[in-house]
C-alpha cells in the first residue's frame, strides 16, 4: 500500500512539474512574441548646413543608402501599420507594415510653419493599402493605422527603425560605437577608406 502511494505522489510530482514548465515555457513565449522587434531601416546624418542635413537611409536587402536632403532639427518617417491580434503574434505572425515618408521637422512650430520643408516618398513603388494585403485574412488584423517616430538629428548618431507588434520605434547609438562593434572585417573596411587606423 505504501509503495502504491508513493508511486502515486512521484507521478503527481512528475505531472506538476510537466504542468509548470508548460506553463513557464508559454509565459516566455507570449511575451517573446508580444515584444519581437524587427529592424527596419537604419539613418545617419551629415550637415550641409544650418538646419540643413543629408540624411542616408538604408533599408533591410540594400547595400548602398539612399541619400535625401532633410531641413530642420528633427526627423521623423511615417508608416502604414497593420497590428495584427494578439493570438496571431503569438502563434508567430508579426505586424504588418509598409514605410511611407521621410521627412525633416522642426521643434520649434514657428519654424516649422516658415521654414523649409522637404518630404519623401518611401513607398511609391506600391498600390494600396497594407490591410488589402491581408483580405483574405481579415479575421487576424486587430487595427490599422499610421506609426511615426521622430527625434532630434545628430551627425554622431546612427539611428535604427524597428517594427514592433504595435508600432515603429527608433533607438539611437553613437556611430563610434557602431564601427567599434563592427569586428576585424568592419576594421578593415573603414581602414581601405582612409576614415580609421587599424589597431
Request: no cysteine.
Amino acid at each position: 500500500m505504501k509503495l502504491r502511494v508513493v508511486r502515486v505522489s512521484l507521478f503527481a510530482i512528475v505531472l506538476l512539474s510537466l504542468a509548470l514548465a508548460l506553463s513557464i515555457a508559454g509565459i516566455v513565449l507570449t511575451y517573446t512574441r508580444l515584444t519581437d522587434e524587427m529592424p527596419v531601416a537604419e539613418v545617419t546624418f551629415e550637415q550641409t548646413g544650418r538646419e540643413e542635413f543629408n540624411a542616408y537611409l538604408r533599408l533591410p536587402g540594400e547595400d548602398i543608402p539612399r541619400k535625401y536632403i532633410i531641413y530642420g532639427d528633427q526627423w521623423r518617417v511615417d508608416a502604414q501599420f497593420v497590428k495584427l491580434k494578439p493570438w496571431a503574434n503569438i502563434i508567430g505572425m508579426d505586424a504588418r507594415y509598409r514605410l511611407e515618408r521621410l521627412e525633416g521637422r522642426y521643434a520649434d512650430i514657428e519654424q516649422q510653419n516658415a521654414g523649409p520643408h522637404r518630404a519623401y516618398d518611401l513607398a511609391s513603388k506600391y498600390s494600396g493599402s497594407v490591410g488589402t494585403w491581408l483580405l483574405p485574412w481579415n479575421f487576424l488584423i486587430d487595427a490599422q493605422y499610421g506609426s511615426s517616430t521622430y527625434t532630434d538629428i545628430s551627425t554622431s548618431t546612427t539611428y535604427t527603425v524597428y517594427r514592433s507588434q504595435f508600432g515603429l520605434l527608433v533607438r539611437e547609438k553613437p556611430t563610434d560605437a557602431m564601427q567599434g562593434n563592427a569586428g576585424g572585417i568592419g576594421h578593415l573596411f573603414h581602414w581601405l577608406l582612409g576614415d580609421q587606423k587599424l589597431p
